[in-house]
């Protein structure tokens, strides 16, 4: 009710202005956000531009990261601020001090009073965020989640960059192709309570266990590196240290990978890398033979993460869609997409399978992201 008499009154100071002959300035577009701005006011228009704008901009949309100084984080913003400012909507981008659900329910509570109209989230922890998006969705506000999901109650939807099953099946078997399939293997992820990462391993868990073509391969240890370099890159050193026969370290984080690859390569080691990765990060270590870490490695592009991310939140605060199974929505040149059942018992909106990255290809998409 007050958002509503603030905008009568403006209105009304316009219609007054425009009677006695005074002429108002031309609005200008809505600039992006920092991390530490409060949510601009919405400028009043008149009916045609409000009209004109409804289905694209005068929203504000805030996204929030994982943490700060990720550089994978940091291109999904980029692609979220580029699809959201081309249709005239502001943008708060949010990267928490640290990889934690309380970083993460501080900046969630902030949007909050803020008076957003939607928030999406890469998850720190599937749970701990509930009670303060469920507060978020009671206040009006549009919620989802991308790239690490909350749960259910939690969201209307989930960005997720690939299908839990395809990531996993890619991952276990580049660890049998690598190994040469037997012998030990690790897996060094992010933090403990990351949903993606932790559906993805038990995915290759699954697998592993379901089809005899595994059997000989043991996995020996699943480590935390927090998405922290200096520790991903303790924990490699570690694993090295305590299993001198490893095979393979599958790392599907693209912060523990570009560690893991640092240290396997400055040692020499003979243990061989893959998981998830960013290009221009890995292109070093991407190569064949002992000179190299990494054989090949997976991913999809973080840019277009958060540019699906940005439709799905402006088709929410459109009304084009709820969240629910089935419905469909244009995500500009990305094309149609249609959201389908998650297997947490939510919804989700899947951007395409994973990419494989080999010194085939390494050196046109390093220079990309």
Known sequence: MKKKLVSVLMCAAMTAALLSGCGGSKDTPAESQSANEPAAETETK??????????????????????????????????????IEANGGTVIIQHPEAATADAQVSVIQSLISQGVDSICVAANDTNALQA??????????????????????SR????????????????????????????????????????NQNAWIEAMKEIMESDSKYAELEL?????????????????????????????????????????????QDQGSSCKLTGLGLPSEMAAYIGDGDDFSCPYMFLWNPIDVGRLSAYISMAL?????????????????????????????????????????????????????
Do not use: H, R
């Open 46 to 83: 008149t009916e045609t531009e409000s009209n004109e704008e409804a289905a694209s901009g005068g929203k504000t949309y805030a996204m929030i990261t994982k943490a700060a100084g990720n550089p994978y984080n940091e291109k999904e913003a980029e692609g979220f601020k580029e699809v």
């Open 132 to 153: 303060a998006l469920e507060e978020a969705m009671d206040a009006g506000i549009k919620v989802s989640s991308f790239d690490s999901s909350t749960n259910p109650a």
């Open 156 to 195: 209307m939807t989930f960005a997720n960059q690939a299908g839990t099953q395809e990531i996993g099946q890619a991952l276990m078997d580049a660890v049998y192709d690598i190994s040469g399939g037997s012998g030990q293997w690790a897996i060094v992820s992010a933090t403990s309570q990351a949903t």
């Open 220 to 264: 020996v240890s699943v480590e935390y590196g927090d998405d922290v370099p200096e520790k991903s890159t303790t924990v490699t050193q570690a694993l090295l240290t305590n299993y001198p026969d490893l095979k393979v370290i599958c790392a599907p984080t693209t912060v523990g990978i570009a560690a893991a690859a640092k240290v396997l």
């Open 317 to 369: 605060v459109n009304g084009d869609i709820t969240g629910a199974a089935g419905e469909t929505f244009t995500a500009g040149d990305m094309g149609s997409y249609t959201i389908v059942e998650a297997a947490d018992g939510g919804t989700e909106v899947i951007l395409g399978p994973p990419f494989k990255f080999d010194p085939s290809n390494i050196a046109e998409w390093k220079d990309i992201y």
